[in-house]
Structure formats: structure tokens, C-alpha cells
């Protein structure tokens, strides 16, 4: 990190560009990798700031910003309205763009030109997309367009109908053995990183192990190479109980309800605005002012 002073005797330190090839040198150092989701411009100025790796502007937008009950409907237009939105916002952590549902599960030309789309209109630097052996041909693809890709298999919400529910994954052998050729598969496709979600701690530990490439767990335990997190779950902001991974830093909840809540108060009492918080004109046209006042007062008096 470099040290940059501003004119007034500010100081802020400036973190390097994180780059796919910064999470590779990670895991070579081994050293553990930092991921949390974000879709705005303030959020992902605050997490890019305290130093976070990489930022997913995941499809979990779908639920927590947007209100539905699960990632499906989220569009290819919500989501590049959203990375741009991050884009402006950060500086150093490595910006990637989900892939929604029905944007890359047609024709393999379908996946390649919408994951152009996000870095070319959003200034995505990476894309990631769900699924394990069925995506290896849309990875090359996307690949060969000079787009670094990062895999996702296990829990993968955009399968939540085929697997009948948000279920942990991997519990049995044959499920087991399943994950590991999908993680396989992606890695040796070329993928440069692989988010692992719901299954269980054992497991992830074993593909880890397995493959080359970083391994980004959210519900998958310790062994994981990186730790991704959805932003709204660490600071109290998604209405629901926590999955049982989540572990909450804050509570934004109560912060934004007793502000409003006082908001509220101090504008029904005739306390807000005070004095301080007001506009006054300046002393040149307050005395001219206060002459038509006066003579305004005096003709409605007189009449
Ligand atoms: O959309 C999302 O938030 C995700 C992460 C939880 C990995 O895919």
C-alpha cells in the first residue's frame, strides 16, 4: 500500500488494483481470500475501502435489493444497471458480474455475447456463472473472448427448482463425487476461481485440495482458499433469519429504523429543521428585506 497525502493534511492509503492474477498469488502465499457481494455505488465504495478482494454483484440482488423470493427473475438489464453502478464506485477490489438466470443456459453465442455485455458496458472483470461439467464448453468460450470466468457449484440457487429447495449439497457419495468432477472439470476448463456454496466442510476441503485454483466458500467451512459473504446478511439488511453461515458484523437494520424514526419525530415536533440548519439572507438584502416587511405590514394594517 502507498501513502497519499491531499492538500489538507488528509492521508489515505491507496490499495493496488486487485487482478485475477493477485487471487492466484494469494493462494500461492497462502493467504486468505476476501469476497462480499455488493449492487450499489455507496456499498461498494465502503467495502472496496476497508480492503475486500474481490466484489460480486451477485444475482442475490434479485432478493435483496429488488424484493423477489428467489435469484430467478433478476434481468441481463438489472444486472448490468447495477455492476455499472459498482464500477464507478471502486477503485481497487476486482469487480465481477453474476450471470443470470436464462443468460448463459441457451445456445453457448447466447452466454459469450451477455458476459461481453458485462464488461464492455458495465466494466465487469470477470464474470461468474453456476453449474459444474455442462458449463466447461460456455467457460472455453467465454474464455477465448479474453473474459476471466468464476465457476459456482453446489448449493446453486438458480437450481433451486431441480433441486427442490435451497439443500446442502454433497452429503452422499454419489453427490460427493458429482462436485469433485464439476470442480475438476471447471478448473482444467480454465476458470480462476470456484465459488463453493452449501456443502458441507469435509468436502469442500477435498476439492480444494483437488483443484488448482482458489476456492471461494460461502457455507462450505474453513478450508476454503477465500470467504464470500452476501453484504446485506453481514449488516442485518435481509428481513429473515440467518442461514446458519452467516455471521452478522452489524446491525443496519436498527441504525437506519431509529434515524428515520427520529427523522420522523423531529419534523412532527417543528425541532428540525433549527435555526443552524437554515438558509439566511445576506446582511445587504436582509435590511431591504425587512423595510418591504414592514411596509407590507403597515398597508394590511391601514386598509
Ligand atoms: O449471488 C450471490 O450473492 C452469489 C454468492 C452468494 C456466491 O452467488
Do not use: W
Amino acid at each position: 500500500m502507498s501513502l497519499v497525502s491531499f492538500g489538507l493534511g488528509q492521508a489515505a492509503f491507496i490499495r493496488p488494483k486487485v487482478t485475477t492474477l493477485t487471487i492466484h498469488e494469494k493462494k500461492a502465499r497462502q493467504q486468505r481470500i476476501t469476497c462480499l457481494t455488493a449492487y450499489d455505488y455507496a456499498t461498494s465504495r465502503l467495502v472496496d475501502e476497508a480492503g475486500v478482494d474481490m466484489i460480486l454483484v451477485g444475482d442475490s440482488l434479485a432478493q435483496v435489493v429488488l424484493g423477489y423470493e428467489n435469484t430467478m427473475p433478476v434481468t441481463m438489464e438489472e444486472m448490468l444497471h447495477h455492476t455499472r453502478a459498482v464500477r464507478r464506485a471502486v477503485k481497487s477490489a476486482l469487480v465481477i458480474a453474476d450471470m443470470p438466470f436464462g443468460s448463459y443456459h441457451g445456445e453457448v453465442e447466447q452466454g459469450v455475447h451477455n458476459a461481453i455485455r458485462f464488461v464492455k458496458e458495465a466494466g465487469a472483470e470477470a464474470v461468474k456463472l453456476e453449474g459444474g461439467s455442462q458449463r466447461v464448453e460456455l467457460v472455453k468460450r467465454v474464455l477465448d473472448s479474453e473474459i476471466p470466468v468464476m465457476g459456482h457449484i453446489g448449493l446453486t440457487p438458480q437450481s433451486v427448482h431441480k433441486m427442490g429447495g435451497y439443500k446442502v449439497q454433497g452429503k452422499d457419495l454419489g453427490g460427493i463425487e458429482r462436485l469433485v468432477k464439476d470442480a475438476i472439470a471447471l478448473d482444467r476448463a480454465g476458470i480462476f476461481s470456484l465459488v463453493l456454496e452449501g456443502v458441507p466442510r469435509e468436502v469442500a476441503a477435498m476439492i480444494t485440495a483437488e483443484v488448482s485454483v482458489p476456492t471461494i466458500g460461502i457455507g462450505a467451512g474453513p478450508e476454503c482458499d477465500g470467504q464470500v459473504l452476501v453484504f446485506h446478511d453481514i449488516v442485518n439488511l435481509t428481513f429473515s433469519p440467518a442461514a446458519k453461515f452467516v455471521r452478522r458484523y452489524g446491525d443496519a437494520a436498527s441504525l437506519i429504523s431509529n434515524a428515520v424514526h427520529q427523522f420522523v419525530s423531529d419534523v412532527e415536533s417543528g425541532s428540525y429543521p433549527s435555526d443552524e440548519e437554515s438558509y439566511h439572507l445576506p446582511k445587504e438584502t436582509k435590511a431591504e428585506f425587512e423595510t418591504i416587511m414592514r411596509r407590507k405590514q403597515l398597508k394590511a394594517y391601514t386598509r
